[in-house]
């Protein structure tokens, strides 16, 4: 049976500073992650109108963490974790960019200006 205090129990890790920005880190940065998948996917299915290519941006998206569940856990166990995360968080972005910065002029001239 649940005693009155019970329900404080789940939340007790978010008294702890470090926890609580971590969690908050987390959630934006998956929030950005699914808002990319949907706009490459959307993108992708706009120009061509083929769900083939929509599977293989889903199967392109999902394979290098599969790939590379191995290995991580092998960093993880040998090198310290909060420098990991760090470099994880900082080299997403700047992986992103090298991306965009790459295929950039392959798809300017099919975007219309709006402005």
């Given at each position: 049976m649940a005693t009155p205090d019970s329900h404080v129990g789940g939340y007790i890790a978010f008294s702890y500073r470090d926890f609580t920005l971590y969690q908050i880190a987390r959630f934006f940065i998956v929030a950005a992650l699914e808002m990319q998948s949907v706009a490459v996917g959307w993108q992708v299915y706009d120009i061509t109108r083929r769900p083939l290519?929509?599977?293989?941006?889903?199967?392109?998206?999902?394979?290098?963490?599969?790939?590379?569940?191995?290995?991580?856990?092998?960093?993880?166990?040998?090198?310290?974790?909060?420098?990991?995360?760090?470099?994880?968080?900082?080299?997403?972005?700047?992986?992103?960019?090298?991306?965009?910065?790459?295929?950039?002029?392959?798809?300017?001239?099919?975007?219309?200006?709006?402005?």
């Open positions: 290519d929509l599977g293989l941006i889903g199967l392109a998206q999902f394979l290098p963490s599969f790939l590379l569940f191995l290995v991580a856990g092998h960093a993880v166990d040998r090198f310290e974790r909060r420098k990991i995360l760090v470099l994880c968080y900082a080299g997403l972005p700047s992986v992103q960019e090298c991306c965009w910065l790459l295929l950039f002029p392959t798809i300017a001239p099919s975007m219309p200006f709006t402005w």
